[in-house]
């Protein structure tokens, strides 16, 4: 049967109408969008199924519609990427344990500035309530770093670590030991502070407190790569198409110890970027205004200027524990994404028969107010027994970034 072209005009308009229908009845499926951390939506995109968003709520599948990270006081984010490590100084010390080598770091956060008395104290005053006396003791910095047979710094084993003229000057005489005890109990103290902040059930989890974006990330040591990753801060040399003008042997621009600029950083032309030991007897220049590399001992955990990504006296003041163990041939072991040593895998204390290594032998960088200029270049390392404690190490405290921001 041969349809007219009447009846093909008339078909033709039927399939269109019924074209239509479908599409309009597909348009009214619901489209759920770019779904973000941010912006989650109302309803599964899998299921249809409604979320709930009251934080408290633990009887309905919980969605979070504030995703970002709290990242806790006192920390600076640290954008990571790729870097080359190691030493750029001349190994005058023949250690020959830090050779250079490019490595990825990821993102992460890391304090401002060393931890200080007043903030050691804190944690004391909190752990008095929790712990009994004698394990309260063994937290106490040692104040007998400060005595010494043949000079008269014992008065401060009494003032140092307690008298308030100290108060922000960085802690001294504590352990590696310490120092992640420390880190352990700032977790959780200021996860408990956010958690009564945003009311939300002391009876849930960690894992429910994660979900919601509440649990903080750990309070840690930060592994060797990221603290001389960090300390190098080489964000400041470079241009947009990931070329980086010039290596640094320091935190800071030039080859040396002193401000090459007027005005950068905050300081005169010449003046030093650290507070470190300038020669043998010389720990702070001669008397005047003001002497030129902040104080005779440690000075205060914001003078002198910071580096690029902020951080103060990456270079100076103290030494800072890190995580790592020790091995003189870690840069052959390391992984080139996040390196770090937990252990002495692939490199046994075996290798060294005459030496006296163990895993019980943690890294500490960045020199110190009685170190010389070469200690304070952030590809230098050494190492103490993590039960030890000095009067020129203490430490900071870093974080890892979970995720990016609205994603």
């Known amino acids: 049967m041969r349809l007219s072209n009447k009846s093909w005009g ?9 074209a239509g229908s479908i599409l309009t009845s597909c348009n009214k499926t619901p489209g759920y969008g770019r779904r973000t951390a941010n912006n989650p939506g109302k309803k599964s995109a899998t299921t249809g199924a409604e979320f709930s968003f009251d934080e408290n709520d633990s009887t309905n599948f919980f969605v979070a519609k504030n995703a970002e990270q709290i990242p806790g006081p006192n920390l600076k984010f640290i954008q990571g990427g790729r870097a080359v490590l190691g030493s750029q100084e001349e190994d005058v010390m023949a250690f020959r344990d830090n ?9 992460f956060y890391m304090d401002e500035t060393e931890i200080t008395n007043n903030d050691y104290r804190e944690f004391l005053f909190a752990m008095k309530k929790n712990v009994s006396a004698d394990s309260l ?6 104040e007998n770093v400060w005595s010494g047979a043949m000079s008269f710094n014992d008065l401060y084993q009494s003032y140092y670590f307690r008298f308030p003229g100290f108060n922000f000057y960085p802690v001294a005489g504590v352990s590696w030991v310490q120092a992640n005890v420390y880190s352990k109990w700032r977790t959780e103290y200021v996860q408990e502070i956010i958690r009564k902040e945003r009311e ?5 989890t960690k894992n429910q407190l994660i979900e919601r974006g509440v649990a903080m990330a750990d309070f840690r040591l930060p592994n060797e790569g990221e603290w001389e990753y960090a300390a190098k801060a080489m964000i400041g040399t470079q241009y947009l198409d990931e070329n980086q003008e010039y290596g640094r042997i320091y935190p800071w621009d030039g080859r040396g110890v002193r401000n090459p600029y007027n005005v950068k950083r905050k300081g005169k032309q010449g003046d030093f970027l650290a507070n470190f030991k300038r020669g043998r007897g010389d720990y702070a220049g001669i008397a005047g205004n003001q002497r030129n590399d902040g104080e005779i001992l440690p000075t205060n955990v914001y003078d002198m200027a910071p580096n690029d990504f902020g951080l103060y006296h990456m270079a100076g003041n103290m030494n800072e524990w890190v995580y790592d163990i020790y091995r003189p041939l870690s840069y052959q072991d390391f992984d080139d994404l996040n390196p770090l040593r937990k252990d002495g895998v692939y490199d046994e204390v075996d290798n060294y028969e005459t030496s006296m290594l163990s895993d019980e032998f943690r890294v500490y960088k960045g020199g110190s107010w009685k170190d010389v200029a070469y200690w304070l270049a952030p590809g230098t390392r050494r190492f103490m027994h993590q039960d030890s404690a000095t009067n020129s190490i203490g430490f900071r405290c870093a974080m890892i970034s979970i995720g990016e921001k609205g994603k």
């Open 200 to 204: 939300i059930d002391s009876t849930f």
């Open 10 to 18: 008339m078909w033709t308009a039927a399939l269109a109408i019924v």
């Open 99 to 107: 050779q250079e080598r490019t490595v990825t770091i990821s993102n």
């Open 137 to 142: 003791l063994k937290l106490e910095p040692s």
